[in-house]
């Protein structure tokens, strides 16, 4: 196919495709109107039509560029041959190259020319048909208001004419209270001679509604007493029937087994033997517990008046050699020889105190005196550099006072003993 007429064909794809995509405009029918609702009908709503749920994106390629333009010229062939009739002669005009499109332009001319004929007759049409609607709405209101004009006019005549029944009926009722004010006003002349009869027909009617009701209740007593009388009777009856001694024989054999031919089957005569037998052991254990029972309280109770009766004696023993104790120690403290051992042992245990405490004293002047003979020592070997034997051959020529003296701090003097004990 030539390239040289694709423009052209470009732009009327464009234009078709324009003419695609306008929306179809739906057309209003025409309803029955109805007496209740008066508003026109609403038009419908466009309804659009559905989305998919969800849009998977294409990768636009090379080969799908070129699938596209290809299908587009399909398109507009087709397109070309179902506008134009001599379709096989277009198509072979189109692929030998010839770009003379002037019976197309034309076709399509008459068929937009067409499309808007048929458009606009439409339009007139749907124009004239709501022009009539409107008409038949506006006769019908009319009648409407007729109608109800009609229905307020036998209303109107319907209430005149009940006016004038109850006219007629309040002149009727004005006429009965006239001859009634009239007829009381003659009654009123002869009133006591009308309330003297009253009186007198008011006291007959009650005389005979009291001999009547005297009557009726003459006659309730008798029939209450005729029942009372008859239940008496009837309870008397019952009970001499209840006092009198029915013999009912009894043939039954408390020796004989009911004859279920079961293991332990027995007659009643050997059940309440045996039970009899039963409730004597049980009475012979429980008084053979009940003796074991008051045996084991006596001996308990024995056993512990026994103990009871140790106790006692051994308080006495305690308390004769408490008396005992406190005698021989009243005597031994009363003799003088044991008194002055006493105190003698007590002079004596003072005495070796005194003594202990003396040499522990010592011991420690000893320990304070060695250590400073020592540090002195190793004074003097380091100035001199004498040997040891040297050394302690001249402690030894030391007064002992002078060591004291030097041990306790140099002056010479001795401390007490009591002082160095402590």
């Given at each position: 196919?030539?390239?040289?007429?694709?423009p052209?064909?470009?732009?009327?794809?464009?234009?078709?495709?324009?003419?695609?995509r306008?929306?179809?405009?739906?057309?209003?029918?025409?309803?029955?109107?109805?007496?209740?609702k008066?508003?026109?009908?609403t038009p419908?709503?466009?309804?659009?039509?559905?989305?998919?749920?969800?849009?998977t994106?294409?990768?636009?390629?090379?080969?799908?560029?070129?699938?596209?333009?290809?299908?587009q010229?399909?398109?507009?062939?087709a397109?070309?041959?179902?506008?134009?009739?001599?379709?096989?002669?277009?198509?072979?005009?189109?692929?030998?190259?010839?770009?003379?499109?002037?019976?197309?332009?034309?076709?399509?001319?008459?068929?937009?020319e067409?499309e808007?004929q048929?458009k606009r007759?439409?339009?007139?049409?749907t124009?004239?048909?709501?022009?009539?609607?409107?008409?038949?709405?506006a006769?019908?209101?009319?009648?409407?208001?007729?109608?109800?004009?009609?229905?307020?006019?036998?209303?109107?005549?319907?209430?005149?004419?009940?006016?004038?029944r109850?006219?007629?009926?309040r002149?009727?009722?004005?006429?009965?209270?006239?001859?009634l004010?009239?007829?009381?006003?003659?009654?009123?002349?002869?009133?006591?001679v009308?309330?003297?009869?009253?009186?007198?027909?008011?006291?007959?009617?009650?005389?005979?509604?009291?001999e009547?009701?005297q009557?009726?209740?003459r006659?309730?007593l008798?029939?209450?007493?005729?029942?009372?009388?008859k239940?008496?009777?009837?309870?008397h009856?019952?009970r001499?029937?209840?006092?009198?001694?029915?013999?009912?024989?009894?043939?039954f054999?408390?020796?004989?087994t009911?004859?279920?031919?079961?293991l332990?089957?027995?007659?009643?005569?050997?059940?309440?033997?045996?039970?009899?037998?039963?409730?004597?052991n049980?009475?012979?254990?429980?008084?053979?517990?009940?003796?074991n029972?008051?045996?084991?309280?006596?001996?308990?109770?024995?056993?512990?008046l026994?103990?009871?009766?140790?106790?006692?004696?051994?308080?006495?023993?305690?308390?004769?050699?408490?008396?005992q104790?406190?005698?021989?120690?009243?005597?031994?403290a009363?003799?003088?020889?044991?008194?002055?051992?006493?105190?003698?042992?007590?002079?004596?245990?003072?005495?070796?105190?005194?003594?202990k405490?003396?040499?522990?004293?010592?011991?420690?002047?000893?320990?304070?005196?060695?250590?400073?003979?020592?540090?002195?020592?190793?004074?003097?070997?380091?100035?001199?550099s004498?040997?040891?034997s040297?050394?302690?051959?001249?402690?030894?020529f030391?007064?002992?006072e002078?060591?004291?003296?030097d041990?306790?701090?140099?002056?010479?003097?001795?401390?007490?003993?009591?002082?160095?004990?402590?």
């Amino acid at each position: 196919v030539s390239c040289r007429w694709r423009p052209e064909i470009n732009h009327l794809m464009d234009q078709l495709s324009k003419k695609e995509r306008r929306a179809r405009t739906k057309l209003t029918q025409c309803q029955d109107f109805i007496l209740s609702k008066n508003k026109l009908p609403t038009p419908p709503k466009e309804e659009l039509s559905p989305l998919p749920d969800k849009f998977t994106p294409v990768r636009i390629t090379f080969i799908l560029t070129i699938f596209k333009h290809f299908l587009q010229q399909l398109s507009l062939t087709a397109r070309v041959c179902i506008l134009i009739p001599n379709r096989k002669q277009i198509i072979e005009e189109l692929v030998q190259g010839s770009t003379d499109l002037s019976p197309f332009l034309q076709r399509q001319k008459e068929l937009e020319e067409r499309e808007r004929q048929e458009k606009r007759q439409k339009e007139e049409r749907t124009r004239l048909e709501t022009q009539i609607t409107e008409q038949e709405i506006a006769l019908n209101r009319k009648r409407i208001a007729e109608q109800k004009h009609e229905a307020v006019q036998r209303k109107k005549e319907e209430t005149a004419r009940i006016m004038q029944r109850y006219a007629k009926k309040r002149l009727k009722e004005e006429k009965e209270v006239r001859h009634l004010v009239q007829q009381v006003m003659e009654d009123r002349i002869n009133l006591k001679v009308a309330q003297e009869r009253s009186k007198k027909i008011k006291q007959k009617i009650v005389k005979e509604v009291s001999e009547e009701n005297q009557e009726l209740l003459r006659q309730a007593l008798e029939e209450q007493e005729e029942e009372l009388r008859k239940r008496f009777q009837i309870v008397h009856e019952i009970r001499a029937i209840k006092s009198l001694h029915i013999v009912k024989p009894n043939n039954f054999n408390d020796t004989e087994t009911a004859g279920y031919e079961l293991l332990g089957e027995m007659s009643l005569a050997e059940l309440k033997e045996r039970l009899a037998l039963l409730r004597q052991n049980q009475q012979k254990e429980e008084e053979e517990r009940r003796s074991n029972i008051l045996q084991e309280k006596l001996k308990k109770q024995q056993q512990i008046l026994e103990t009871l009766d140790n106790i006692d004696l051994y308080r006495q023993l305690k308390e004769e050699r408490r008396a005992q104790q406190e005698l021989l120690k009243q005597v031994v403290a009363e003799d003088s020889t044991i008194v002055a051992l006493k105190k003698k042992l007590e002079d004596k245990k003072q005495e070796l105190h005194k003594v202990k405490e003396t040499e522990r004293s010592r011991a420690k002047l000893r320990q304070r005196f060695a250590s400073r003979a020592s540090i002195q020592v190793s004074f003097l070997q380091g100035s001199i550099s004498l040997p040891a034997s040297t050394s302690v051959v001249l402690l030894s020529f030391l007064p002992p006072e002078r060591v004291k003296g030097d041990n306790m701090g140099g002056t010479g003097a001795e401390l007490s003993p009591l002082r160095s004990g402590r």
